[in-house]
């Protein structure tokens, strides 16, 4: 059923790129943006010429604190050349580059601008762990952090609340966990492009080469269950259940739909956005489901008259291994207290019924926080194109997409659904 | 009656002083931790201080390994892991808190539902003094 909002003139995406996450000590945000830059350009099958892009939106959530720079918007639009064309910076902690996408998608509607260039970028990997995890937490509410509170704190005492409403345990989580990595392992862009069994027998190969006792581990779950090699981070989250640090960049150009096919016969439309925002962790109802990812989906499926069984792959925001249990219910995939049963059958695995983070996820292909939004957008753009290479799903006429975000603790949420036609 | 604004300065001001307050909204009676200056439930604007009992049960929790700097310099650290927890208090709203009392190294033996009171941690002197609001088991279950 159509809502009441609406779009006042189409939007398509007619290219997309992004840099290679991971920990860089010899990239900084403008390197890496322009790795993410050169790679869309690469996929616009028409050509673009960068003269005609009017604006820039793009996301970055802290690398005043990570980096001590601010002000990224200008910096990049003078690292391409398009100055004095306007370039606007969007924050909205690890779904600020989907909220640029946002921006770009109403700056088209509303008829301003014709062709717009969506991205963002982060550089994280300067700083020692405990800074990260201090910068990161300034997306978390004041009360969260005075309780001390960090990210995989929250997460994990939305775990607990889970497990005991639903009967889910850490065993649940793993089958996330090991479904990311093998998707990761098929992506050259992912940060962790490994199975579990692959870092299994690397570690065992480690071992024999330095004559030290040699693991014993029978399958992926047991090589989990070793706290010398998963440790704990906050309990129940453990490393194996949390996204990393990472350096990254990525982008989109979207146009006008009237002009979309004068860059691809092939364009993806944005047929359906959706934002909400949400409380607080002591002021939610229940710990077990995100309030502003339902706002969102419930707005992108009313713009684009779809419903959660019309997508057919969707990259959700598993900065943890519980959150993306929790999104794929939020999203209407799976019913509520469902999604870890549905994740146990192998229902959002590569070849599942429902692809789920086929990209590798947050987990495995990185989580550069600015950049990750709109990352999730190159994933939907190569999947419903057949450019995935191996990690191409085998669905017959695939054409919809979807990407849902989330920043700090569910405090902005957005979902946003593209369409091949 | 206090005349403090209702905001996180007062709020922090009052746990200094080992008191837990909230506000209630004057006209549809809704409670709110920590105090809003303005009703959710109503959009009312005139709010009265309430301390609560501090009293409730554990409704979430989770065991830091890795926490920020000024836990790490408490002393807490990869092989000493911190408590944060998700309290429902009696009064029908929650609180984020530490959660003392228990360890951090046994998850396990942590229980939701344990019931649990307040524990007011202060930190520093004077000018510096800073309170973290705590929960630990009730003496006695």
Not at chain 1, 21 to 50: H, P, R, Y
Not at chain 1, 162 to 184: D, P, Q, W
Not at chain 1, 233 to 249: E, K, R, T
Request: some cysteine.
């Amino acid at each position: 059923m159509r809502g009441r909002r609406k779009l006042g003139r189409g939007v398509a995406m007619v290219g997309a790129g992004m840099s290679r996450f991971g920990m860089f000590s010899d990239k900084d945000s403008k390197s890496l943006f322009a790795e993410a830059f050169q790679e869309m350009l690469s996929t616009v099958d028409k050509g673009l010429d960068l003269r005609d892009i009017d604006a820039v939106y793009l996301g970055n959530f802290t690398n005043d604190f990570f980096v001590r720079q601010g002000h990224w918007g200008p910096i990049i639009s003078d690292l391409l050349g398009l100055t004095p064309r306007a370039a606007t910076r969007t924050e909205g902690a690890c779904a600020s580059s989907a909220l640029a996408f946002r921006e770009g998608v109403f700056a088209i509607a509303s008829g301003f601008y014709d062709i717009v260039l969506v991205g963002g970028v982060e550089d994280m990997s300067k700083r020692s762990t405990e800074e990260v995890t201090q910068g990161l937490a300034m997306a978390a509410s004041p009360y969260e952090v005075r309780a001390g509170f960090t990210f995989p704190g929250v997460f994990g005492a939305i775990a607990t609340a889970y497990f005991g409403k639903y009967g889910a345990t850490r065993e649940h989580l793993m089958n996330v966990t090991i479904k990311s990595h093998n998707n990761a392992r098929l992506n050259p862009k992912a940060q962790f492009n490994v199975s579990i069994r692959d870092i299994m027998n690397q570690r065992i190969e480690k071992a024999k080469k330095k004559g030290e006792s040699i693991p014993t581990w029978r399958d992926e779950k047991e090589f989990l269950r070793d706290p010398k090699v998963n440790p704990v981070v906050a309990w129940p989250m453990h490393l194996y259940d949390c996204c990393p640090i990472s350096d990254g960049a990525s982008c989109v150009v979207l146009v006008a739909e009237e002009i979309a096919r004068d860059f691809t016969d092939n364009p993806l439309y944005v047929v359906g956005i959706g934002q909400g925002s949400g409380k607080a962790l002591h002021a939610k109802e229940d710990l077990t489901y995100f309030e502003a990812t339902r706002y969102a989906a419930q707005e992108a499926y009313e713009l684009s008259g779809l419903g959660p069984e019309d997508i057919q792959i969707a990259e959700v925001h598993d900065c943890f291994s519980i959150a993306e249990i929790i999104h794929i219910e939020d999203l209407g995939f799976f019913k509520p207290g469902e999604g870890y049963k549905a994740v146990e059958e192998g229902l959002t695995r590569l070849d599942g019924a429902k692809p789920i983070n086929t990209s590798g996820g947050l987990k495995c292909k990185g989580h550069p926080v600015g950049a990750t939004g709109v990352g999730q957008l190159v994933e939907i753009w190569k999947q419903l194109r057949g450019e995935a290479g191996e990690r191409q799903v085998p669905i017959k006429d695939l054409r919809i997409g979807a990407a849902q975000s989330l920043g700090g603790t569910g405090g902005t949420c957005t979902v946003t659904i593209l369409e091949r036609r | 009656m206090e005349e403090r604004p209702f905001n996180d300065i007062s709020y922090e001001r009052f746990l200094n002083e080992e008191k837990l307050m909230g506000s209630r909204c004057r006209k549809c009676g809704a409670l709110f931790l920590p105090p809003r200056p303005i009703c959710i439930k109503c959009s009312g604007t005139e709010m009265e201080w309430v301390q609560l009992k501090g009293k409730g049960k554990l409704g979430a929790f989770t065991c830091i390994a890795i926490g920020p700097p000024f836990m790490i310099r408490e002393g807490y650290d990869r092989t000493h892991p911190y408590v944060s927890g998700v309290v429902e208090l009696e009064e029908g709203v929650k609180a984020v808190a530490r959660i003392e009392g228990v360890d951090g190294n046994k998850p396990e033996t942590i229980k939701i539902g344990t019931r649990l009171e307040v524990e007011f941690l202060h930190r520093g002197e004077g000018e510096s003094l800073t309170t973290f609001l705590a929960f630990k088991p009730c003496a006695g279950r």
